[in-house]
């Protein structure tokens, strides 16, 4: 994808010499890629997960959920390949439906800044970020009225 925009770029700024139309697709070309760039940054970066006091909230690249702990049965911590050591919320409503938070997988973790190393396997130990979100619900639990 990379390559592609530098080449794109590159082509673009060689058509922004020419004095006719084609200057002016070079500028546009130029103007795509300028964009497509800063919308990869922009999702990209959105990644997060947040716990307070009344529930969780999950940024993913595109869609947003906030989940506030009386729809959350428990949490899991997630055992899979490409998500190893995410956090998995599981749904009372519908009845068992999971949304995993891609901010807490172990891929993550390494942009985090934290050490990985000594973590063991998924299912070995849980993560911090899981260890966080089941305090908390275990807090939400110990203090609500259910």
């Known amino acids: 994808m990379g390559f592609a925009c530098l080449v794109m770029l590159g082509a673009g700024a060689l058509l922004l010499t020419l004095d006719s139309v084609a200057g002016v697709l070079g500028a546009v070309m130029c103007l795509m890629v300028v964009l497509l760039a800063i919308a990869m940054v ?49 749904l009372r409503e ?12 172990d891929r993550m973790a390494v942009y985090r800044g934290e050490n990985i190393f000594g973590w063991g396997g998924p299912a070995a130990a849980q993560r ?17 009225t259910r």
Do not use: C, K, N
């Open 94 to 105: 519908p009845l068992g439906r999971r949304i995993t938070a891609l901010a807490t997988t």
């Open 128 to 144: 911090p970020p899981t260890r966080v979100a089941i305090d908390a619900h275990r807090r939400w639990l110990a203090g609500s």
């Open 42 to 90: 922009l999702i990209g970066t959105r990644l997060q997960f947040i716990v307070d006091d009344r529930g969780l909230t999950l940024l993913h690249y595109l869609r947003s959920h906030r989940i506030p702990w009386e729809e959350v049965a428990m949490i899991e911590q997630s055992t899979a390949y490409w998500t190893s050591g995410a956090v998995v919320v599981v």
